[in-house]
């Protein structure tokens, strides 16, 4: 917890001085407990911002190659994705599916915050695209709340196809928690689907984004 602590507050300071960010809604994480955090997703930094600005610690999925980038900033993203407890996955398997899920169980069993963001990738044109199940399959499964979050600007911090990281201004705000019936692991596909679009319509609520009815899906697969 200690290094958690060091590290997030490192980089928390530093986005606060170099883009001045608007956070509200920091009094809806749970103070104890486990909680899922449901973002809408625009940049790729955006579960650093998330997890250093966040009152506790969230781990989210990260690509495996985050944690073996040369020179300082490879390190850097080495020792932050770490030290908040992400999960390596390799570029290509299903991040979604319940086989990969069933280690964010392990974590929100152990009374931690885990974040997931229902769109699957992140949105180029800005849209809020139809979430996929995986994260109420989380609720429903733990009996953890699952916690909106709205962020918006963080995509002019580095625009899609762009490596340089531009300093601007952003917003994260979060939403009250959503508690969803308890009911383990084995239910119905309905009630993951209403759950689901309960979370995105709660995530929309925050943000104000154009809805998008199909779900999103990387620049290398053709919708």
Not at 7 to 20: D, P, Y
Not at 41 to 66: N, T
Not at 95 to 124: F, K, Q
């Amino acid at each position: 917890m200690e290094t958690f602590d060091a590290v997030r507050a490192t980089f928390s300071a530093t986005i606060k001085l170099t883009c001045r960010p608007t956070v509200t809604g920091l009094e809806n994480v749970p103070k104890d407990g486990p909680f899922i955090i449901a973002s809408n997703h625009l940049s790729f930094l955006d579960s650093v911002i998330i997890q250093a600005l966040m009152p506790r610690k969230v781990a989210f999925f990260a690509k495996a190659e985050y944690f073996t980038g040369p020179g300082l900033k490879g390190k850097l993203m080495k020792t932050f994705f770490e030290s908040v407890g992400s999960i390596p996955v390799q570029r290509g398997e299903q991040a979604a599916s319940v086989a990969a899920l069933a280690s964010l169980v392990d974590i929100l069993e152990n009374n931690e915050g885990v974040g997931i963001y229902p769109e699957g990738t992140r949105s180029r044109d800005g849209r809020l695209y139809r979430g996929r199940t995986g994260v109420a399959w989380l609720a429903l499964t733990t009996g953890a709340p699952v916690v909106p979050v709205g962020l918006a600007g963080t995509e002019k911090l580095q625009p899609a196809g762009s490596n340089g990281i531009k300093f601007s201004k952003f917003t994260l705000t979060v939403g009250k928690p959503l508690q969803f019936e308890h009911v383990g692991a084995k239910h119905p596909l309905p009630m993951r689907r209403k759950a689901t679009d309960e979370i995105m319509d709660a995530i929309a609520a925050i943000t104000g984004q154009e809805r998008v009815e199909h779900y999103n899906q990387s620049p290398q697969t053709p919708i």
